[in-house]
């Protein structure tokens, strides 16, 4: 029992310094998904270790615990700020404010063949815009009974699992089909006119760093920050959304902010789980909206399961030009740092 009560503290301290390490490698990556279950799982070690016997304990025992207790610590500062007790960093709209635009995100899971799940959320959401990924020809075919509702549509079905349909009631303009980092995997950019304004759309599914897809969160990175740095240059209303394959709390997330000025929902609001569907104790958020500070937030779902592996989630937004929401600043290493990822994501 002791030794393994030993190896697992041990497990628990390396995994979750792990997301330190700022390697690309998935083995390294991927310890940023898990921060609520580390967190669990080092407080339940906590317990174990003083209900062993605190009088029995020994030195190393101590510093186990100190260890644990630190880093429990550490993870509570950080998951706060997806938590109810945290200031917003995206500013809730006024109750008599009514909604701009609702928006919804659903990574359907290519080989999932519930097609009647998700047209029935669809058809009940009414969103004014919906992007779905990982959509091959056959959910292409499924999905075209909304062409009537959604007269504007961009369409790219792939059997790679970086499909992605995006059908719209408002008018699309400039519309471009780019292939960022990989000529596999496609994002999207349109604008769309909200109460009279240009506001600019990138929907986006980059690679996750996991085996046997990417073992390197590199292109993913370059990716996210890429239309980031995008966002900033254009300087105007803009929403980022998709399946990022990334959590809202990971380095790069964070770097994303600094550099593109945009602001994260989630923040003061909760987790807003999107990944795994299947397994409850095993969620993140990978699914996301961004938005630049021209918005404020009506509300944010997460919505029941359509089959996939991941739950739809969906937002109303309010624009509104005097909105001051927090932004995040980027130091001139952290730009550095920033162009440095997507020069080493183009030649990866």
């Known amino acids: 029992m002791k030794i393994a009560l030993y190896a697992f503290s041990i497990f628990m301290i390396v995994a979750t310094l792990m997301p330190v390490v700022k390697k690309d490698y998935w083995t390294f ?3 940023d998904y898990p921060r609520f279950q580390k967190l669990i799982l080092i407080s339940a070690l906590i317990v174990i270790w003083l209900t062993e016997g605190y009088q029995t304990l020994s030195q190393v025992d101590f510093g186990i615990v100190f260890a644990l207790f630190l880093l429990w610590a550490w993870l509570i500062k950080q998951i706060i700020p997806y938590s109810p007790f945290y200031p917003k960093m995206v500013i809730s709209a006024k109750k008599q404010e009514e909604e701009s635009i609702e928006l919804l995100v659903a990574n359907v899971y290519q080989y999932n063949d519930q097609y009647d799940k998700a047209r029935q959320l669809l ?7 919906f992007v779905l990924v990982e959509t091959d020809q056959r959910w292409k075919e499924e999905i ?7 007269p504007y549509q961009v369409e790219l079905p792939i059997d790679n699992t970086y499909g992605m349909l995006l059908y719209s009631k408002l008018e699309l303009q400039n519309v471009e089909i780019n292939y960022l980092i990989n000529e596999e995997v496609p994002s999207i950019a ?6 009279g304004q240009t506001v600019r759309l990138h929907a986006i599914h980059p690679t996750p760093p996991v085996p046997g897809e990417n073992t390197h969160s590199t292109e993913r990175d370059a990716e996210i920050l890429m239309v980031g740095k995008r966002v900033k240059e254009e300087n105007i ?6 399946d990022l394959n990334d959590v809202a709390w990971s380095y790069t997330t964070e770097l994303f902010l600094k550099i593109s000025g945009m602001g994260d929902p989630r923040r003061g609001r909760g987790m807003y789980n999107t ?9 993140w958020p990978l699914d996301h909206f961004f938005v630049s500070s021209h918005f404020r937030v009506k ?9 996939s592996d991941h739950f739809p989630i969906s937002i109303a937004l309010v624009i509104n030009p005097a909105t001051h929401n927090e932004k995040l600043e980027a130091s001139a290493e952290e730009k550095e740092e920033a162009e440095e990822k997507i020069v080493q994501g ?3």
């Open 190 to 195: 349109a604008d769309i006119t909200v109460q």
């Open 299 to 307: 509300k944010i779902k997460v919505h029941n399961s359509i089959g």
């Open 144 to 150: 075209e009974v909304f062409k009537s509702e959604y």
């Open 346 to 348: 183009i030649n990866f």
């Open 237 to 242: 209303p803009s929403i980022i959304m998709g």
């Open 29 to 31: 990556r991927v310890f």
């Open 275 to 283: 990944f795994h569907a299947k397994y409850p104790f095993m969620r």
């Open 123 to 129: 058809e009940k959401e009414q969103s004014d815009i």
